[in-house]
């Protein structure tokens, strides 16, 4: 399709289970440890994400890893398994704040930080992690650690020559995606936007290779293959003063995928809603995070640093989310 093909799989897709292969209650609650709340929602979002935390429950990893120093996947594990399997109520995320800037540099352990941010970087340390024992692996080939096969889809963008109609495609893998709700007021409506055709003109000009001189061009960015994990963020940010766009944008219990894609015809690709951050405050720079979850029980709980509580969908479905997790 155009997309060069993996010299090697670096870990099975058919090993990757996407129901919990056990039930029980939530786990513990995290203590706060300073101004971590950012990152305590995305470690309880992370755990509750069922074929991640089933391959960390594996400890397939840790038992392979050669890694000297930190490894996030090693240190995902530990957490994970601490947070599902001890009896504790409520458990201090030390190892991870501890090191902290071996996720992304620009996090201080004192210092509040962007729940979006932390996602970025912890997955990217978890991707890491799972190349680092692999030398040599060519672009293509790095699509395939767990992380990717999980979270990870490719985007198509199309640029057309509105001069002499030539169509050029380019394709970029992807973990998570964000989306402009500036306009928009639902997570369809956003996504629709995400995928409508934009004009490049003026100073966004591109060369055309069959014209060969600057030329106006369409360029249209469609989900070319879905991921396994389908993972949201609204922008909230309405500028670079931290204002916040505080409205409520709705979002569905089960979304489904094939409108967005490159090929709209098909079977419908459904996901559904497992966890979503919340941000409460009045900017962006301040303020604080929470989230909900759906333990592996069915049941969902709201999560608030230390305190887990049993909550309703009709609750779930009301906030006004931040980041949106949704599985296949």
Known sequence: EGMPLPQRILFPPEEICMDWQQRQRPGAGLCNLGSTCYINVILQCLTYTPPLANYLLSRDHSQLCHQQGFCMMCTMEAHVR???????S???????????????????PDTAGDAYEFLRCALEAMQRACLSGSSNVDISSQTTTIIHQIFGGFLKSRVTCLRCQAVSDSYKAFLHVLLDIKAPSSLTTALEDFVTSKNLDGKYCLKCSKCEKRVTASKRITVHRVPKVFTVCLERAADHTGKKI????????????????????GEPL??????LVVHSGDTCLDGHFFCYTKASNGLWYKMDDESVDNCGIHAVLRQQAYLLFYAR
Not at 247 to 264: A, N, Q
Not at 270 to 275: I, K, M, P, V
């Open 270 to 275: 459904l996901y559904s809603l497992y966890a």
């Open 246 to 265: 505080s409205k409520i944008v709705e979002y569905p219990e089960y979304l489904d995928l094939r409108p967005y894609m490159s090929d709209t015809a």
């Open 82 to 88: 601490k947070v599902l399997r001890s009896s504790a």
């Open 90 to 108: 409520v458990i201090w995320p030390r190892a991870v704040v501890r090191d902290l800037k071996f996720i992304g540099e620009e996090f201080e």
